[in-house]
Each structure stands twice: as C-alpha cells, then as structure tokens.
C-alpha cells in the first residue's frame, strides 16, 4: 500500500493528515483484503476544492472531499459490489480533501477533526474503488462499508445521527 499525500494547506500538516489518510488507506485495504495498490491524497483549502469542483463536477462550491478515480470500477446493478481493481495497475486515483469544509463539519457534528479526516478518507477511497451513494442501494452498501471499516479503527458509526453532505 502506498499513501502519496501532497499538503496544499499548511494546516493539513497540523491535523496530521498525512497520518490519518496511511490509517484509513490501511483500513480500507484490509477490510477488502487488497494489497499492492496506491493513492494520491491532496490536502487543500475551500478555495482549491471550490476550482476542482467547478472543473470537474459543474459545482463552482466548496466540498468536502472529491475523489477521481484511474479507472470505472462502478457496478451496474444498484447495490451490486463494484468489480475489484485490476491487480496490473496499482493506481486507484486520486483524492482532494478541504480543511475549511472538513472542519466546518466536524465542529457542527461534534466530531473530532481527526474522526471526520478519516471518514472522509475512507469514503474518497471507497469512490476510488467504485463505491457511490447516488441510488439507494449503492448508497446503502457504501455506507455499510463505511461504518464496519470506521467500526474496526474504533470510531463511531458517522451517519448515527447526521447524513452529512459527503459529495466525493
């Protein structure tokens, strides 16, 4: 596994991003039971992530995390598992998370912003693995997912009390 983490705000570095994403990447990786593979995670602010969303989704706002992944890995069938990544090519893709919205966020859910980091972390991953939230029964088994893999870091379920706007 190989976590490449490219910190675009400083503040990133105080959070320990580069940390948190190399625990929720491993976290990932061994609920599915995956190895070999990489990803990019790009530590930015409101006003990067605003232009990227603009970019890339049509959105000119502020996110919280956004995930591009190398290759389409969704599944076809509402809530249908996505097939796994092609063991030839260990790029999964690459993620942008914002500090400002992330913040916002925990403090409005009263989340630690570690906590919040590494959901966010490990919902982009799953985006990069070709989970989505966008029909129902895919949004149920990312979610799923979601929870079990925090569960087994020891955090709690993030969706327990707030469907917070994750966008990926």
């Known amino acids: 596994m190989t976590v490449d983490c490219m910190i675009e705000d400083p503040r990133w570095t105080v959070a320990g991003l580069e940390d948190l994403a190399g625990i929720a990447t491993a976290a990932v990786f061994d609920y599915l039971d995956l190895q070999g593979f990489e990803v990019c ?4 602010d409101d006003a990067r992530i605003a232009i990227l969303n603009a ?6 706002q502020p996110t919280n995390v956004l ?5 389409e890995r969704g599944a076809t069938t509402d809530g249908a598992t996505p097939a796994p990544p092609d063991q030839t090519d260990p790029e999964l893709g690459d993620i942008a998370i914002s500090y400002d919205t992330c913040a916002l966020e925990a403090r409005e859910a009263g989340k630690t912003m570690a906590d919040h980091t590494t959901h966010l972390v490990v919902h982009g991953i799953l985006h990069l693995l070709g989970y989505d939230h966008v029909r129902d029964a895919d949004a149920t088994l990312m979610e799923g997912l979601e929870i079990q893999i925090l569960g087994k870091l020891g955090l709690a379920d993030p969706y327990r009390d707030d469907r917070s706007h994750l966008d990926g």
């Open 55 to 60: 970019d890339f989704r049509g959105k000119p």
């Open 41 to 44: 995670i790009m530590g930015c």
């Open 67 to 71: 995930s591009w992944p190398s290759d």
